[in-house]
């Protein structure tokens, strides 16, 4: 019953107010640690093996010991009082889920776009992507706002709830620990979890853990979607022709699906600090991309959102029952 109380009021918390900008955040206490020790391993350690020992060792200290102290901070409320526990259990849960600050972010660059203010919605863009945004068109902008709500999607909203409904169903750990070992391990990955220097070495660990607990909730989260759509076939196949040619495991399946949903293509040429890179393309390039395709594609995942929600919250009250 606690794990479905908590489960529910943490996504409320997220949906109504996301991430208060005044508030100390999980994540940016997370990016605290990883630049000071990478900072030290850079200046310390100049052999490619030591940066990677350094590595493993920073992935392991951030992802065990984030699930610890979140572990012992609820075991602490809640001796306190057990109303107490729950509230930091959701208050902590809350701050592993992004959807809404996917839509605030989508809104910052959309907004402008629209009034035709292109050169703020490309210094909003530049917030929220690592591309260069100087010179990007209207059509370039609305592909790469796309494609970061897509592909955070999974790391951002999905995953994380994955992690939790089965930190839930495991007896003594609760949602809280699982997700927050997660969020750790996405920030890890987005910090250093880079193929170029300084990273190259320092990063491995972090990208390739990443990688490995991102796979399941991912795939899990593209066969809902593909559900969902209606057409779960059409979806799927467009998915495994185009998903496949993407580099990354997990990005080009994420991005990939919303882009066979909604009958639009993804990727293409971007440039990072001058340096033109090619992805490459996802879906059929039926329609073209507007604000309103990145509406759809955000009330997507919540559409599966919720209903990973209604079934965590079935499994977690049947348990309850047992």
Known sequence: MTSTLVLIVAATLDYLIADPINWLHPVQLMGWIIASFSKLCLRFCQHSLTQRLAGVLLGIFLIIGTATISTLMIQFTRSLHPLLGIITESILLASCFAAKSLRNA??????????ADIERSRQNLRKFVGRDTENLSKTEILRAVLETVTENAIDGVMAPLFYAILGGLIPGVGCVPLALAYKASSTLDSMVGYKEAPYTHLGWFSAKTEDILT?????????????????????????????TQDPSPNSGWSECVYAAILQVQVGGTNSYQGVIKHKPL????????????????????RYCFLLWLGVATS???????R
Not at 227 to 232: A, F, N, R, V, W
Not at 315 to 321: E, K, Q, V
Request: with cysteine; charged share 15%.
């Open 215 to 243: 796979w399941v909730p991912c795939r899990l989260t593209v066969l809902t979607l593909a559900l969902i759509s209606g057409k779960p076939m059409q979806v799927w196949q467009i998915c495994d022709r185009d998903a």
């Open 282 to 301: 996802l879906g059929d390039n039926i329609y073209p991309i507007q604000p309103e395709t990145i509406d759809q594609a955000l009330k997507l995942t």
């Open 315 to 321: 499994l977690f009250l049947t348990t309850a029952i």
């Open 106 to 115: 989508a809104a910052t660059v959309l907004q402008p776009l629209i009034m």
